[in-house]
């Protein structure tokens, strides 16, 4: 008997969210905008808008949750060094010196 189906990683259940930061669009002008709201259904992006703009519809009344952080809707990094995004800036750098 084969093992189950693993249940997606976006359910088409998922809830509505939007995201705020620093967007990066990666649209065919390249824009960046500084203050940027990305919109998302059911784990799919519904919108890209400035955030000092009006919501798409469905969204009026959803809280906008403020990563404080750049946003690059769409992109999936697959290589990641996890010490780089849990310990204080330089704190790597500082271990790799205390082993030469």
Not at 13 to 25: E, H, I, S
């Amino acid at each position: 008997m084969p093992p189950p189906a693993p249940a997606p990683i976006d359910p088409p259940d998922a809830p509505k969210a939007a995201l705020r930061g620093r967007v990066v669009t990666m649209d065919g002008a390249d824009a960046v905008l500084d203050d940027g709201v990305v919109y998302l259904d059911r784990g799919a992006i519904a919108a890209v808008r400035a955030a000092a703009g009006p919501p798409p519809g469905g969204f009026e009344s959803l809280a906008v949750l403020d990563t404080g952080g750049t946003i690059y809707p769409g992109l999936i990094e697959l290589h990641n060094h996890l010490p780089y995004d849990v310990l204080p800036a330089g704190f790597a750098h500082g271990l790799r010196a205390l082993y030469r």
